[in-house]
C-alpha cells in the first residue's frame, strides 16, 4: 500500500511541514479537528495530529487502536504538553503493571 | 465416556495455558524492548521538533506571513510512504518505509522573497521527517502490543483460574460417583451370596 502523509493542527504548526512533502489541514478547535481527522484518516495512512488536539480527543483516537492502519501521531508542537510522556506511562502500566522508564 | 472427553479437555486446557503463558513472556520482552525505543525516539522528536519551531518562528518574523506561507505551500520533494504490515508475535503493526521521490536540491522559492532562516527550517523538517514516521511506527506498535498483551493475559488467568479448576473439579465428582457406584455393586453381591449360604 501507498499513501502520503498529513498533518493536522494549528495553522502556524503545521505550514513548515507543507514544504516538506506533508498534506496540511489547518484546524483550530477540537470539534473541527474530530471532523479533519475522519475524513483524512480515510484517505492517509498516516496521520501526524499536534498534541494540543490529542489530548482532549483521546478516547476518539482509541478507535483506530484496533488495526494496524491508519496511524494517527501526536507530535509534540512546541509547546510541551507531556502528552507523549503520559502516553507512555499508560500503556507500560496496562500491559506490564511496573514502571521501567520513568522509575527513577 | 464424559470422564474421558473431559480428561482430554483438561489436557488441551493445561497445554494452552502453558503455551499462552510462554506467549505472553515474549510479548512482554518484545513490549519493553520497543517501549525504550519508543522513548528515545520521542525524545529524539521533541528536540528536533522544538528546534524547527525556533527557527521557524524566527524566519516568520523576519518575513510577513503571506510570504512565508507561498513559499512553504510547495514541497520540495513528494514524499511517499509504503505502508506494510509485519507481525510481531501474532500482531500485525505497521512497517513504513519512505520512498522519496527525485529530491531536488533546491529550494522550492526564489531567493530573493524568502530568508535563510526559512531555507533552514524547511531543511530541518525534512530531515525530521524519517524520524517522525520511525516514531509513528513504533508507537502503533506499542499500543497494539499493549492491548493484545492485556487481552492475553485475561486469556491466561481464564483458563488458570476458571477453566482448569473448574474442570478438575468435575472429574473428581465423576471419578467419586465411579467409585462410589463400584462400591455399591460391591457390596450388593457380597450380600446377594450372604443371603444364598442360608
Known amino acids: ?22 498534506s496540511t489541514f489547518p484546524v483550530t478547535d477540537e470539534k ?28 476518539f483516537l482509541k478507535r483506530f487502536d484496533e488495526e494496524a492502519y491508519p496511524v494517527i501521531l501526536p507530535i509534540p508542537s512546541g509547546k510541551d504538553t507531556g502528552y507523549g510522556e503520559a502516553f507512555l506511562k499508560s500503556a507500560m502500566e496496562r500491559a506490564l503493571g511496573v514502571d521501567i522508564l520513568f522509575g527513577k | 465416556m464424559e470422564l474421558k472427553k473431559l480428561k482430554a479437555r483438561l489436557t488441551t486446557a493445561v ?12 510479548m512482554v520482552r518484545r513490549f519493553t524492548v520497543l517501549l525504550r ?8 522528536v521533541e528536540a528536533g521538533l522544538s528546534d524547527t519551531m525556533k527557527s521557524v518562528a524566527v524566519a516568520g518574523s523576519l518575513s510577513p506571513t503571506y510570504t512565508q506561507e507561498t513559499a512553504f505551500s510547495m514541497p520540495t520533494v513528494s514524499v511517499e510512504a509504503v505502508c506494510e504490515t509485519e507481525s ?47 516514531l509513528a511506527e513504533v508507537e502503533k506498535a506499542v499500543r497494539l502490543l499493549a492491548d493484545e498483551i492485556e487481552r492475553n493475559k485475561r486469556r491466561v488467568n481464564a483458563l488458570e483460574y476458571v477453566m482448569i479448576p473448574q474442570l478438575e473439579e468435575t472429574i473428581k465428582y465423576i471419578r467419586d460417583k465411579l467409585d462410589e457406584n463400584e462400591r455399591a455393586a460391591v457390596v450388593r453381591l457380597m450380600k446377594v451370596k450372604g443371603n444364598s449360604a442360608f
Do not use: N
Open chain 1, 32 to 59: 473541527e479537528a474530530r471532523e479533519t481527522i475522519r475524513k483524512v484518516a480515510r484517505d492517509y495512512p498516516i496521520v501526524f495530529l499536534t498534541e494540543e488536539f490529542a489530548e482532549p480527543l483521546k478516547e
Open chain 2, 88 to 134: 510481531i508475535m501474532g500482531v500485525d503493526v505497521p512497517h513504513v518505509t519512505l520512498s522519496e521521490g527525485e529530491r531536488s536540491a533546491r529550494l522550492p522559492y526564489a531567493f530573493s522573497e524568502i530568508t535563510s532562516e526559512a531555507d533552514d527550517s524547511v531543511r530541518k523538517v525534512s530531515a525530521l521527517l524519517p524520524t517522525l514516521i520511525r
Open chain 2, 37 to 44: 525505543q519508543d522513548k528515545a525516539l520521542r525524545d529524539e
Open chain 2, 15 to 26: 497445554r494452552g495455558h502453558k503455551l499462552l503463558k510462554d506467549k505472553a513472556d515474549e
Open chain 1, 1 to 22: 500500500m501507498q499513501g502520503k502523509m498529513a498533518i493536522v493542527g494549528d495553522a502556524d504548526t503545521i505550514m513548515v511541514f507543507q514544504a516538506a512533502g506533508v
